[in-house]
């Protein structure tokens, strides 16, 4: 492709992934941290996780919020939202709604909306965000006929939405961009021709939207760019009523020909969506959107304008989460030292019992020693230093043979 065509219009598209990455990252990346920890039970920290690995300690993850999720998603799922038309002042406009009404009703129900509804409403509640899109399709392969199809998105890190808006269903908004990944040989299917790039379309992504596929050499990186364009026109309101702007120089005269004249007249500004799929190369494909809204519906879980960033279900309640897994973690490795049984890390047979040994109710304390023999006892020290490190069963140099001084000390003990 020459100089001379390649479009701005990929530069464009490019800026405002990189103004999205600048203005969301923060935002993402807690994101992504909330869906692992209550998708995925990511609730341990890294290091603390790598530390228990090396001692052979258990790990264990009390998921209680993946089932507080569940029940406010499953809420939404026994009263799902429905498209509502509603008529306005006579009663022709009663039956005019109707009649949308069961059209939307039909776009509904082909498109399988309830999996779009249900996947964007999971996300915002586990990760704060989601997506819903409307897209069109031909009704066949030999048909020039189109369909409206509402569809879910998957995943909603590879949208990215206009920063600059602030309305809650994103109606405002001017720019969005999808992007897509595609393997070579399909994309060449696709669109024989085409500059598949090198492997070097759009390897900018931000946090979330990157995994190890997307950077090799048998892939592709596609995206939707829908974007707003405001155009300075006059609003001509006609005799029957009916407002239009003028669209082309024969405007006055299909007027005159159909026995209208103009009423009213005003400047103002009209919106129109266009959309280009590209890489970072070249334009695939353009066209104008038949609407003056972005089909982008964003699904927030809780956002205001005092703060904007989206706030999950789970976002305030994980260091609770946390605490509730990090404290069973005792209980659970008093079962080993206590005579349990196991192949990695559990005894095989009951530790032994000594007057003022209470194993029973303390079998991972390291500082159970008698009092007569404190002094003898070297290694107190370190099980003061490493009180809180892996749990074992103190024993005292000698073991607890009959010959040992352990067994002649007199019966007057403490625990300390």
């Not at 038309?85 to 059209?103: C, L």
């Not at 990215?160 to 595609?182: K, Q, V």
Request: aromatic share 10%.
């Amino acid at each position: 492709m020459s100089q001379s065509d390649y479009d701005p219009i990929i530069d464009e598209a490019k800026q405002f992934l990189k103004l999205c990455n600048d203005a969301e990252t923060m935002n993402r990346q807690q994101g992504l941290e909330d869906l692992k920890f209550v998708s995925a039970g990511e609730q341990w920290p890294v290091e603390l996780q790598n530390s228990r690995n090396l001692e052979s300690r258990p790990i264990l993850t009390i998921n209680k919020l993946d089932g507080y999720c569940r029940q406010v998603t499953n809420q939404q799922r026994q009263q799902r939202p429905r498209i509502k038309v509603h008529g306005m002042n006579t009663q022709a406009n009663e039956k005019t709604a109707e009649v949308i009404e069961g059209i939307c009703r039909h776009i509904e129900v082909q498109s399988n909306a309830d999996n779009a509804y249900d996947t964007a409403f999971d996300y915002a509640v586990r990760m704060g965000w989601g997506f819903i899109r409307l897209i069109t399709k031909y009704v066949s392969d030999d048909s020039f006929d189109q369909e409206i199809y509402i569809d879910a998105v998957d995943n909603p890190f590879t949208v990215y939405f206009d920063p600059n808006s602030t309305r809650i269903d994103g109606s405002d908004a001017e720019r969005c961009l999808i992007t897509t990944m595609i393997s070579k040989e399909k994309f060449k299917v696709m669109y024989p021709g085409a500059d598949d790039g090198g492997g070097t379309s759009f390897s900018q992504r931000g946090t979330g939207d990157s995994q190890s596929e997307w950077i090799t050499k048998e892939d592709i990186r596609v995206a939707e760019y829908y974007y707003a364009v405001m155009e300075k026109a006059k609003l001509y309101q006609l005799s029957d009523g009916t407002v239009q702007f003028a669209d082309g120089k024969d405007f006055f005269a299909r007027v005159k020909a159909a026995g209208l004249t103009i009423d009213n007249e005003r400047e103002s500004y009209k919106r129109t969506i266009k959309y280009k799929k590209l890489t970072a190369i070249e334009v695939l494909e353009e066209r104008d959107w038949p609407s003056k809204y972005i089909p982008i519906v964003p699904v927030p879980f809780c956002a205001t304008k005092i703060c904007p960033q989206a706030l999950p279900l789970n976002r305030n309640p994980r260091n609770n989460a946390k605490t509730i897994s990090i404290n069973a973690q005792p209980a659970w490795e008093c079962v080993p030292l206590a005579g349990g049984l196991g192949e990695n890390f559990f005894l095989r047979r009951p530790p032994p019992r000594l007057p003022g040994f209470t194993h029973d109710r303390f079998p991972n304390s390291p500082l159970m020693f008698i009092e007569d023999s404190f002094r003898s006892f070297r290694g107190v020290i370190d099980g003061w230093a490493n009180a809180g490190a892996p749990s074992r069963l103190w024993t005292p140099p000698g073991g607890f043979g009959t010959n040992t001084p352990l067994s002649k000390t007199r019966r007057s003990h403490r625990r300390c």
